[in-house]
Antibody, heavy 116, light 106 residues
Framework: QVQLVQSGPEVKKPGASVKVSCKASGYTFTRFAISWVRQAPGQGLEWLGWITAYNGNTNYAQKFQDRFTMTTDTSTSTAYMELRRLESDDTAVYYC?????????WGQGTMVTVSS | DIQMTQSPSSLSASVGDRVTITCQASQDITNYLNWYQQKPGIAPKLLIYDASNLETGVHSRFSGSGSGTHFSLTVSSLQPEDIGTYFCQQYDNSWTFGQGTKVEIK
């Protein structure tokens, strides 16, 4: 069955970078885009951007354009997101999701904690 | 950016009640709208896609309607397992989410 399995929790200091992976299985990886969303503790959902897996085209939310990068590795069906210059406000669960809309499928989430 | 205004922010209802949550988009999004249920510590679960299509495996007491700028999610007979937070999501232009509706049992 279709699965998105994300990497484990991370604890980072302010100013550091974090890279989260999202490994896809059960479907042809290049047929769908991967979107990234985050949710701060007790808060709502915030879209970060998406990347089309077959050609690497990206669409970033303007708020994150200067310190957020999405990539894919089609050989391992894995998507990655990297967030740089971390601040305490970046503490959140980061989700990957398959698709640009409609029947979106979500990964289990990765907790990223930014603390000095 | 498209803004999604969801209401109410919370509701408390009895088992068996009919419950409706609404989302209003700041511009026409045709039917590019999803509804999700989320429980603490778990990823959102898709209930309704394309405004009115029931996701496979989701109980038929959930239904979605609307198009353009006004949308609603209805639970025809609230059950104890329906407690959680519900979000709408537009995908006409990038993604934006409603603020969420926390549903509790009275």
């Amino acid at each position: 069955q279709v699965q998105l399995v994300q990497s484990g929790p991370e604890v980072k200091k302010p100013g550091a970078s974090v890279k989260v992976s999202c490994k896809a299985s059960g479907y042809t990886f290049t047929r769908f885009a991967i979107s990234w969303v985050r949710q701060a503790p007790g808060q709502g959902l915030e879209w970060l951007g998406w990347i089309t897996a077959y050609n690497g085209n990206t669409n970033y939310a303007q708020k994150f354009q200067d310190r957020f990068t999405m990539t894919t590795d089609t050989s391992t069906s894995t998507a990655y997101m990297e967030l740089r210059r971390l601040e305490s406000d970046d503490t959140a669960v980061y989700y990957c999701a398959r698709g640009l809309g409609g029947r979106v499928m979500w990964g289990q989430g990765t907790m990223v904690t930014v603390s000095s | 950016d498209i803004q999604m205004t969801q209401s109410p922010s919370s509701l408390s209802a009895s088992v068996g009640d009919r419950v409706t949550i609404t989302c209003q988009a700041s511009q026409d999004i045709t039917n590019y709208l999803n509804w999700y249920q989320q429980k603490p510590g778990i990823a959102p679960k898709l209930l309704i896609y394309d405004a009115s299509n029931l996701e496979t495996g989701v109980h038929s007491r959930f239904s979605g309607s609307g198009s353009g700028t006004h949308f609603s999610l209805t639970v025809s007979s609230l059950q104890p397992e329906d407690i959680g937070t519900y979000f709408c999501q537009q995908y006409d232009n990038s993604w934006t989410f409603g603020q969420g509706t926390k549903v509790e049992i009275k």
